[in-house]
Nanobody, 123 residues
Framework: QVQLVESGGGLVQAGGSLRLSCAAS????????MGWFRQAPGKEREFVAA????????LYADSVKGRFTISRDNAKNTVYLQMNSLQPEDTGVYYC????????????????WGQGTQVTVSS
């Protein structure tokens, strides 16, 4: 099992920035990718970004490209999501996720989820 704990959410004005962190523990050696998803009120959960824990390559949803940056610190088993130029439509609960599969299969269905952290962007 892998446990994921997010931190760093909060309230920010439009145009502002936030940095989310996700610390993993447990059988972390089994993770090949980690990523972030979000769920806005009344909407389905959607993919935001992912990173390969092996080679560091990244993948982003079109809606966040150029504004969000995902990174990792393998020594700390931690993944970060730097969010810049935030807009009200970025509001939602952000979930950290981890997947055992190679490639970008995490986008379709992670194996592990964190509990989520609230991000609210005011206009």
């Amino acid at each position: 099992q892998v446990q994921l704990v997010e931190s760093g959410g909060g309230l920010v004005q439009a145009g502002g920035s936030l940095r989310l962190s996700c610390a993993a523990s447990g059988r972390t050696f089994s993770m090949n990718a980690m990523g972030w998803f979000r769920q806005a009120p009344g909407k389905e959960r959607e993919f935001v970004a992912a990173i390969s824990m092996i080679v560091g390559s990244t993948l982003y949803a079109d809606s966040v490209k150029g504004r969000f940056t995902i990174s990792r610190d393998n020594a700390k088993n931690t993944v970060y999501l730097q969010m810049n130029s935030l807009q009200p439509e970025d509001t939602g609960v952000y979930y950290c996720a981890a997947g055992r599969a190679l490639g970008w299969k995490i986008r379709d269905g992670p194996d592990y989820w964190g509990q989520g952290t609230q991000v609210t962007v005011s206009s």
